[in-house]
């Protein structure tokens, strides 16, 4: 169960949030009406969000799931891969702070990591050595985990940008997975729900309470998801796919 969220307002500089999809750059009027409609789709799923304001020198400042990890146990302020995400970290830490007081760690210089790199499975984590994420990094974030009871295990990925790009848990073993990540040994011991090449961007959802948030106008997942029991709430996330976000990375679960 989740019983918090942490999200933020985009600001208005997300038109200038780094991109890689070449189809324009986001409409900031409909970015923000769709953050409103991600945030009741949360709300519907029983949770209580914590919603930070815009930062304007952070044009992906929205994406709150990369400069923190939130476990049961600590919360972990990463240090992002990339330059111009970096000082994001100065305003998480205080809103991680009051949900985990001192439990509070960091991952430092050499070490980058984005926690859109990093899925949890129960205890156990999944951390993809990415662009973003480095092995120090990811080096670092097992030895916190571990001192707290839990585990990390490395996953080397090529294609995508983050590994929650291309894999979401959906908890009861249930695992969406696209492209590179469909056939990896790591992830044989899981229901693999295949996500077609048409549909990859779906492959970025989320499982709140047994609800499962995820993007419209992806039809073959969506009915995929539905066999498997689970409620689903669609939101339209157009203007953040332009710079590469998606569902999970507009808030931080715990
Ligand atoms: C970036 O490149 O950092 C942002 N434009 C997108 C971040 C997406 N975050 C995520 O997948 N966790």
């Not at 994001?88 to 210089?109: M, N, T, V, W």
């Not at 709430?233 to 710079?243: F, G, L």
Request: glycine content about 8%.
């Amino acid at each position: 169960m989740f019983n918090y969220i942490i999200a933020r307002t985009p600001c208005k500089a997300l038109i200038d949030g780094i991109s890689s999809a070449d189809d324009g750059k986001p409409d900031y009027d409909l970015a923000m009406k769709q953050h409103l409609a991600y945030l009741d789709a949360l709300r519907k799923c029983g949770v209580e969000i914590l919603l930070l304001p815009p930062l304007e020198d952070y044009p992906d400042s929205v994406f709150v799931e990369d400069p923190a990890l939130c476990t049961k146990h600590c919360g972990i302020v990463t240090r992002p891969g990339a330059d111009t995400r970096r000082g994001e970290i100065d305003s998480i830490e205080p809103a991680l702070r009051r949900f985990y007081g001192d439990k509070i760690e960091h991952i430092k210089a050499p070490g980058t990591l984005d926690a859109g790199d990093v899925m949890m499975v129960g205890d156990c984590f999944y951390i993809g050595k990415s662009a973003r994420t480095n092995e120090e990094g990811a080096s670092q974030l097992i030895t916190i985990l571990e001192k707290y009871g839990m585990s990390g295990h490395v996953v080397p990925l090529e294609e995508v940008l983050h590994l929650k790009t291309g894999l979401a848990y959906l908890e009861n073993g249930n695992l969406l997975a696209a492209g590179e990540f469909i056939n990896k040994p790591e992830f044989a011991h899981l229901n693999i729900i295949e996500i077609p090449e048409s549909e990859s961007y779906a492959a970025n959802c989320i499982w709140v309470n047994g609800t499962v948030i995820m993007p419209s106008g992806y039809p073959a997942t969506e009915s995929r998801i539905r066999e498997l029991g689970y409620r689903v709430e669609t939101v339209d996330t157009s203007e953040y796919r332009k710079v590469d976000g998606g569902v999970s990375c507009m808030s931080l679960r715990f």
